[in-house]
């Protein structure tokens, strides 16, 4: 094995485990969404469930996509595609799950913005 067909083994192998990590976070945030009440998104003003269900769940498709090219042939990584979907996840995981899940136990009164006190 020469130094170019070792770059190239190494490359796709780093893409598939990169593709393989942002499927597992867009599915997460998918599940996670199914799993939520369709009045807690609109009752702390963050879309509706449907809406970010069907972007999580176009994030879990091109995930799958990527992770099925795996860096190397086939879709590849989708570029800009499989950036906005590993976004768009993000984006419920970190903003929108957070938000929910508090709406959903009752919201908490002793709440501070580094948690209870």
């Known amino acids: 094995m020469d130094g170019k067909q070792l770059i190239i083994f190494v490359e796709t192998w780093v893409y598939f485990i990169l593709a393989l990590v942002a499927f597992g976070l867009e599915a997460w945030a998918f599940f996670d969404c199914l799993r939520h009440k369709a009045n807690a998104f609109e009752a702390v003003s963050k879309r ?25 042939g086939g ?14 996840a993000s984006v419920y995981l970190a903003d929108v799950r957070p938000a929910v899940k508090d709406a959903g136990r009752g919201g908490s009164r002793n709440m501070g913005p580094y948690g209870p006190w």
């Not at 509706?48 to 190397?72: P, R």
């Not at 879709?75 to 768009?88: E, R, S």
Request: proline share 0%.
């Open 75 to 88: 879709f590849g990584t989708l570029g800009l595609f499989g950036l906005a979907a590993v976004t768009a």
């Open 48 to 72: 509706t469930k449907t809406f970010w269900l069907a972007l999580t769940g176009g994030a879990v498709a091109i995930g799958g996509l990527s992770l099925y090219g795996g860096g190397g």
